[in-house]
C-alpha cells in the first residue's frame, strides 16, 4: 500500500547556492540563487521567502524575479541588520535556507485585459519589478502600463539598466522622481504625489499597485482616489516584522489580520479600516 508522502515542512529550509550577485546601490545587492535540489521555488509576484544564514538568522524577503521555469529566482536586499549584513558579505558559491513562498500575491489574473498603475517608492520596487517583469513578459494580456517611481535620491535608485530601458519603451509609461536632486539630475524633483498630474488614466480599468514606504501610501491612496479608481481597484503590499512566516506567531499581526498570510498583498477595499495602522 501507498504510505501518503509527508509534505513539506514550511518550518523546513531548503539550500539554495549563489550565483550571481551584483551591487545595485551602496547598500542593495542583487542575489541571483537557485535552489539545490527539489522542484523550483513556484511564487507568484509579490509572495517572499523567509531568508536564513546558518548561525545568524533569518528575515522576510519579497521575490524581485518573475516566475522561471528552473530553479533560480534573484532576491535584492538592503542591509540594515543582522541578517542582512550577514548576507551581503557571501559570495558566489555560498549557500543560504529558503523557506517559503509565502503570502498572498499581486493580482496577476484580474490584471488581464486591463490597464495597471505600478507605483513604487524606494525599495518598494523589488517585489513590484516581480510583476512588472511578469507583465512585461505577457505584454499583449495586458492594457497600458504606467509606472512611477520614487527615490530619496538619485544614488538610491535601482535597477538603473532597467529604468532605462522602461523610459525607452513606446508601450510603457515610466515616470521618475527623486526627493533630493543631485547636480546631474534633469528630471522630476519632489514626492511620488508629484508624478500623478503627469499621468492620464481610465480609472474605471485600471489597477493600481502600490508598494513603499508606509508615509507613502496614505499620500498615493488619496491621489488614486483622487483620479477616480475605486478601493477594490487599489493594492497595497504591506511590511511588518515577522518571524514564523505562517501564522503561528503573532509577530505580524494588525489587529484582525496576519500580515504573513492575509498579505503580504492586499485589496485596500478589505483594509482601509486599520486607518493609522497601515
Ligand atoms: C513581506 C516582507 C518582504 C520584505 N522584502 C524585503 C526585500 O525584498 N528586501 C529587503 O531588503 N528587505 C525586505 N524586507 C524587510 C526585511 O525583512 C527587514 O529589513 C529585516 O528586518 C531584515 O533583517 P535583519 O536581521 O537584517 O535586520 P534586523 O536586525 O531585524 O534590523 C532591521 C532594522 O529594524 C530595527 N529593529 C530590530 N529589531 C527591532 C524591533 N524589535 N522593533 C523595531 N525595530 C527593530 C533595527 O534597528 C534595524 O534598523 C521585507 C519584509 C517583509 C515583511
Ligand atoms: S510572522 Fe508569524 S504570524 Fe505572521
New binding site residues.
Partial sequence: MNQPMPEVSPYLPRWAEISRIEDLTAS?KLFEMHLVSGEPLGHKPGQ?VE?SVMG?????????SPPRGDNSFE?????????????HSLNTGDTVGIRGP??THFPIEEAKGKNILFVAGG?GL??LRSFIHFVLEHRDEYGDITILFGARNPSEQLFLDELEQWGKREDITYLETVDVPDPNWKGNVGVITTLFPKIDIDPSRTCCIVVGPPVMYRFVILEAKAKGIPDNQIFL??????KCGVGKCGH?QINHIY??QD??VFRYADIFDLGEAL
Fill in positions: 542593495e517572499f531568508l545568524i538568522g533569518e528575515a522576510p524577503i519579497s521575490v524581485s532576491l535584492a536586499i538592503r542591509k540594515v541588520g543582522n541578517l542582512t549584513n550577514a548576507v509565502f503570502g525599495i523589488i517585489p503590499s504591506l511590511e511588518r516584522r515577522m505580524c500580515v504573513c498579505g503580504p
